[in-house]
């Protein structure tokens, strides 16, 4: 059996993260993505953040795996051409432009739908058209406009930003799943169709928990939000998973920056915590006994864990508080990523080699399918394939060597 998107060309005319994400991850389930860049130029993340002068960067290598790149001037009529044929060839187009930018050089949906009808045509924007915001859209920007920001952090402090990239590679991976709909529908109706998906939309999919609070402060303060001032929007609550289940990260041994377990207390989880800590006295103390007691002191209640887990490591933490079935996980540095072994095992990391930077580590696909394997293959250099891709549309090596004079390539 082949791989799961075997036969399906991807047109990829992203650029940066949130499109990048997307058609990654249609590379990894066995798509054939065909990158389209600039000449000379291309994506402009291959030069940002650069840690080795002169080579892509790890910005641009870590979103392009499994994909193969193509030089071309769309602002040229050699490049038009070869674009136009690009189109012709593929199941899919992915593009994150800002609104017009296409539709002016002539490759808008309706015109490109004329041309190949069986196309699934995939825009990514920061807001929705029918929003009427007319406005570029960062990382930060999206989880700002999508809320996240308002509910992140501590009511102490300012707004704060999430790491883990919800804006850009969550509204990719959304993409994705329009995308696979798309070409499932297309089985039955012969027909493509255009897929739209707004940054800030995608946001706000992902904080719907929050957006459910929201409505229910309605009916009262929210007492999962310890200590939380009435208010009319729900409140940052630092660590605290507004999802009933009480939780903190707690220092551990040797005190370090990422020193800390996160630790869940249950109602049922309570005995055995207090039998491990030694404190079997609080298990029947009226103070301490029920859930709703505990929710009236959780700070004194976490104070007296971390007297225990202060001089514990927080991998030792883990493994104490598994064998009681009582919640909890250490926060791991990045830098505990990286050097986790067991990662690169299951092949979820994966150390390739490149030829000008060297070898580098990069993600695998968080999706994996039995019977559906696709290694892990590095990122392209700009225009490694632009002669293979072109000669398989049907341009001789004249006709190439031609737009490569007229710097349509």
Partial sequence: MGNALDGVRVLDMTHVQSGPSATQLLAWLGADVVKVEMPRRGDITRSQLRDKSNVDSLYFTMLNANKRSVTLNIKTPQGQEALGRLIDA?????????????????????????????????????????????????????QAMGGAMSTTGWRSGPPTASSAQIGDTGTGIH????????????????EGQRVDVAMQDCVMNLLRVKLRDQQRLDAGPLTEYPGAPEGDCVPRAGNASGGGQPGAALR????????FCYVIIQPQGWAP????????????DPKFAAHEARAQRLDQCF??????????????VMAALKAIDVPCGPVLSTRDILDDRALYERGFLVEVPHPERGSYVTLGSPIQLSASHVPVDRAPLLGEHTQAVLADLGFTEEEIAGMRAAGAV
């Fill in 90 to 142: 593929c199941d899919v187009m992915v593009e994150n432009f800002g609104p017009g930018v296409l539709e002016r050089q002539g490759f808008g949906y309706e015109a490109v739908r004329a041309r190949n009808p069986r196309l699934i045509y995939a825009s990514i924007r920061g807001f929705a058209e029918a929003s009427g915001i007319d406005a570029k859209a960062y990382e930060t920007i999206a």
């Fill in 175 to 190: 993409c994705v799943a329009g995308i696979l709909a798309a070409l499932y529908q297309r089985t039955v109706t012969g």
């Fill in 303 to 316: 104070e007296i864990i971390e007297r225990w887990t202060v001089k514990r490591t927080k991998f030792e």
């Fill in 252 to 259: 551990c041994a040797p005190g370090g920056e990422n020193d």
């Fill in 273 to 284: 915590l207090m039998r491990l800590v030694g404190r079997k006295d609080l298990i029947d």
